[in-house]
């Protein structure tokens, strides 16, 4: 099993450069950002954790540009997002982004993508919120096209382009691992179709990751687990162990900018998984 760090990187958080190298130096294996590009300041829509955003949601690095100071921080430590609003972005450029970011790590980067809770944020980017399952469907099907093709081509309803010349190339072959967020229906059929990993909420039942596992190796499909924001409880790992979950990761809430509480939260993950490792 994997352990490794999920978080927000902000302009009040520890850099990326040194909560990296402090995340390496602990001997954990994945460091995965989350991304907002913006709240809107008239929202409507929810939030499951309450009533208040608490401020790192507007705050949010690039998370592409994040994790390239920390790749040039690291040599070991894998890299990615938890996730991505990929329905919101240009496609071309992410497959610029993501196969850059693979090329200076020297392999090292997950792409792990969802379509997001906050339809106002998505609005913002001009795809309806309705539409942003459909959204992100044609343009992870695009990305593949673009990293895997020197003459790239897609013609769908919401992304479309004749061939085009794209460089760089991801590292990995055939591309960078894609994790699919979400355990509705939409989103499994996304992980059937497009999905290298699962990354399903801490609080989906272990009897309902197995069987989706089943689900998905019926239809001649085997792919990793990544179960993202559990506590450093040995507890909770052994739960996820048992059913042999290749990979979690605990969720640093940036609540400070002290750096000695976020290197005092990495020790407490450090000792929780010393027994798992």
Known sequence: MRF??????????????????????????????????????????????????????????????????????????????AIALAAQRDVIHL????????RVSDGRVVLGVGVGWNKEETRNHGVPPERRGAALDERLAALKEIWTHDRAEFHGELVDFDPIFSWPKPVQRPHPPILIGGESRPALRRLLRFGDGWLPRVRTAPEEIGRTRTWLADQGRTITVTVCGLRPDPAEIERFAAIDVEEVTFTLVPASDAPSDTLRFLDEVTDAVARFA
């Open 95 to 102: 497959a610029k982004e993501v196969a850059t970011l693979d």
């Open 4 to 81: 490794g760090i999920d978080t927000f990187v902000t302009d009040q958080t520890m850099h990326p450069a040194a909560l990296a190298r402090a995340v390496e130096e602990r001997g954990l294996d994945t460091l995965l950002v989350t991304e907002h590009s913006h709240i809107p300041v008239r929202r409507e829509t929810p939030w499951a954790g309450g009533p208040e955003l608490p401020p790192h949601y507007y705050r949010t690095y690039d998370p592409f540009v994040a994790l390239a100071a920390a790749a040039t921080a690291t040599s070991r430590l894998r890299l990615g997002t």
